[in-house]
Structures are given as structure tokens and as C-alpha cells.
């Protein structure tokens, strides 16, 4: 697989964690704040029309005049691999100015390749969004240099994930708890008797892999329920459950036997 856009989503918020309330999958609560400086649709403009790379912009759905929300798309000149696209958007961000402008990005969105494209929208109708296109060239991302890019940790809910590997370092194994091999467990069964929809299995890694619908959908960006997780079940080895929108990406297998009240 590889992608030939680069997708800028500016959001100018932060998560704020609520004290002692949770959602369901145990994720802390979390509400916006705007931050200090939003990046303005100008500021990206400028910098893009300096690098002279081609672009489309637009605000997205929820953008509001104390609180500017925009996307930019910007063409590569050549299919960059999903291997190499955590380095290649930091060269990326380097090479067309945009460094400062990492204050407002969403960057577990520009990281993640499963949901780079949108589409504009606002709910007053499309008089309502504001446009802008930067003429230029396709930006080139030298791939045999990718290798020593300087990567930046783009962690969703950081709260949650510094807590676990604390624990981890501490000593903590939520598995050795269990002592049992879990290499057996069908997990997409298991799933499915939760009541969450399954897709049929396909060959994956000399295993199978499902794609399935999310144990916690109402946490999801406007509550969408769809087949955005995934069951990896490689032979020999425990199965292993993720869910590709970015308030879940901490959680895995133990939240999923947890749900079930295996543990």
C-alpha cells in the first residue's frame, strides 16, 4: 500500500482530561480546548505558497470564527509506502514550513493512513466553507533519506497510554495473571457473542484476520459505528484485537476480555 496526498488536519484543540470520569471502555473523559495561537488557513497558506507546493484547502465541519478548523491536501509527487509514512510526514512537514504549525495539527491523523481523506462539509451548506488553492508543484519526498528522519512521538491519549507503560515498567503483566495460553482463544467468536458485528475471516500471516465493528462505538467521533477493528490471529501466537480510530488506538486485547468479563 502506498499514498500519494498528504493530509494536514488543524484543529487548534487538546485534550483535557476530566477528573474521575470515564467512558465505558474504561478511557479517561476527555473535553476540547482551544489552544493558545490557533494555526490560521493564512498561516498554512503562507508557508505553502513559500514552498511553492500544490494545494487544496477548506474549513472543515465544525469550524467557528473564535475557533478555526481547517484541512489542507497537499500532492506528492510520487507514492509514498505506508512503511515509510511516520518519517515521511515529518520531512514532509520540514521541507514545506510548517514546523511551527505542529501546535494545531492533529498529528495522530496525519499519521494514521486509514483515515487521511475528507471530504468539506458544513452543516449551513456549501456556500458556508471556506476554500483556498495554492498553485504549485507536487512535493517529492526523497524516500532513501526517510531513514534518518527524526520522528516525534504522536500519541492519542497520552494520559492513558504513559499510565500503562509505567506500570509495564514497574513490573506490572496483565497477562501473567491469567496462567493460561490464550493462543487458542477464538477471539472473533468471543466478539461476536458480545453481540458486535464480524466480518468474515481472510488469510492474513499464515493466520486469519476479521474485520469487526468497535466494543465501544458511542466513543467514537460523532458516535459512527463501523468495521474500523481488526482480530489478527497468527498460529502459535496469542490474537491480538485493535480499533483504527484514534480514542482507541491504547486499547487491545486485555480492554476486549475484560468487556467479556474474562478478566
Known amino acids: 500500500q502506498s499514498l500519494q496526498l498528504l493530509g494536514l488536519d488543524y484543529d487548534n484543540g487538546v485534550d483535557e482530561v476530566i477528573k474521575d470520569e470515564f467512558h465505558p471502555s ?4 476527555t473535553r476540547k480546548a482551544l489552544i493558545d495561537n490557533p494555526v490560521t488557513m493564512e498561516e498554512v497558506t503562507e508557508a505553502l505558497q513559500k514552498s511553492h507546493a500544490l494545494a487544496y484547502q477548506w474549513s472543515t465541519w465544525s469550524n467557528r470564527h473564535d475557533w478555526p478548523k481547517h484541512r489542507a ?10 512503511g515509510l509514512w511516520h518519517p515521511a510526514t ?27 481523506y475528507f471530504l468539506p462539509g458544513h452543516p449551513e451548506g456549501a456556500d458556508a466553507i471556506r476554500r483556498g488553492e495554492v498553485f504549485g508543484c507536487a512535493l517529492a519526498i526523497p524516500l532513501d533519506q526517510l531513514a534518518a528522519a527524526d520522528l516525534p512521538a504522536a500519541v492519542a491519549l497520552r494520559h492513558t497510554q504513559v499510565e500503562r507503560n509505567v506500570r509495564k515498567s514497574e513490573g506490572y ?3 501473567a495473571r491469567l496462567q493460561v495460553d490464550l493462543s487458542t482463544l477464538r477471539l472473533a467468536e468471543l ?13 492474513y500471516l499464515g493466520g486469519n484476520r476479521w474485520r469487526t465493528h468497535c466494543l465501544w462505538p458511542a466513543e467514537h467521533t460523532d458516535g459512527q459505528d463501523d468495521d474500523s477493528a481488526f482480530v489478527i490471529h497468527e498460529p502459535g501466537r496469542w490474537p491480538t ?9 491504547h486499547l487491545g486485547l486485555q480492554d476486549v476480555l475484560r ?3 474474562v478478566i
Open 26 to 29: 474504561g478511557r479517561p473523559k
Open 241 to 249: 484485537w485493535s480499533c483504527s480510530h484514534a480514542c482507541h488506538l
Open 173 to 175: 503483566r496483565w497477562a
Open 73 to 82: 491536501i497537499v500532492a506528492l509527487a510520487h507514492p509514498v509506502p505506508a
Open 191 to 203: 466478539i461476536a457473542d458480545l453481540g458486535v458485528q464480524v466480518k468474515p475471516a481472510g488469510p
Open 90 to 116: 515529518e520531512w514532509a512537514l520540514r521541507d514545506l514550513g510548517l514546523e511551527d504549525t505542529r501546535r494545531g495539527l492533529d498529528l495522530a491523523a496525519l499519521r494514521d493512513v486509514a483515515r487521511m
Open 259 to 261: 468487556a467479556a468479563g
